[in-house]
């Protein structure tokens, strides 16, 4: 049997959500301003400590909204209670998906811009441009990852694991990418130039990570009931 989408009721459990972390996240956007006028500065040291800060951030940003809106709601129960409550799987799956790209999103989306901006509008090389992008990706991949994984998997420990995991890799990431001379070159320098690793890499990131979140609705919102 399948279901038509609730969207007045989806529409409130996204809003509840954005009410409940709002404060969290723009306190995030306000460290990333930090953040990216540590990156203008085009110092070294300055360059270093924003970079780690951004990073940092992001991924807090990430633990922090699928942390909050299903591992924590679980362990108090409150869960439970929303699905007490005349909503179908559809509607949930829905609404946890989207409240977590809305809380998620609007912090990563104003820090990856702001992050363009400083890098064109300051000394910083424009072919940081590329690497920026990359980063972001994987941050990107990580988080559909994770929040697939937390859909279906109560276990705390596995999840923590996970988006732990997952996020560390963007080292590797910057490592490997460093490696590849098309990106690794154009990088230190004034042009932007996406070539076709870059490119292959980055629509790898965006498609795996929307990937992961679509097959989570399909397959979660096609069950009858939620157990």
Avoid at 113 to 118: D, E, P, Q
Avoid at 123 to 131: I, M
Wanted: glycine share 8%.
């Amino acid at each position: 049997m399948s279901y038509a989408p609730n969207w007045p009721v989806i529409r409130q459990l996204v809003l509840k959500d954005w009410q409940l972390f709002q404060k969290q996240l723009a306190a995030c956007v306000l460290a990333g301003i930090v953040a990216l006028a540590l990156l203008g500065l085009a110092k070294g040291w300055s360059f270093y400590l924003g970079s780690l800060l951004l990073i940092v951030l992001l991924v807090s940003a990430s633990s922090f909204a699928i942390s909050n809106s299903l591992l924590v709601e679980r362990k108090e129960h409150t869960l439970a209670f929303v699905m007490s409550l005349p909503v179908s799987p559809l509607d949930f799956v829905l609404s946890k998906l989207a409240g977590n790209m809305v809380t998620f999103g609007v912090p990563f989306l104003v820090l990856f811009f702001g992050t363009l901006a400083v890098i064109l509008g300051t000394p910083l090389p424009d072919g940081l441009v590329v690497l920026s992008t990359l980063v972001f990706g994987h941050i990107w991949l990580a988080f559909g990852i994770s929040l697939a994984v937390a859909m279906r998997v109560e276990s705390e420990g596995w999840n923590l694991f996970v988006i732990i995991g997952t996020n560390l890799l963007v080292n590797p990431l910057i490592v490997g990418v460093g490696q590849i001379e098309a990106i690794s070159g154009p990088m230190r320098g004034d042009v932007v130039v996406w070539s076709l690793p870059a490119v292959a890499i980055a629509l790898a990131q965006l498609v795996l990570g929307l990937a992961a979140i679509g097959w989570t609705a399909w397959s979660l919102g096609r069950r009858p009931a939620f157990y």
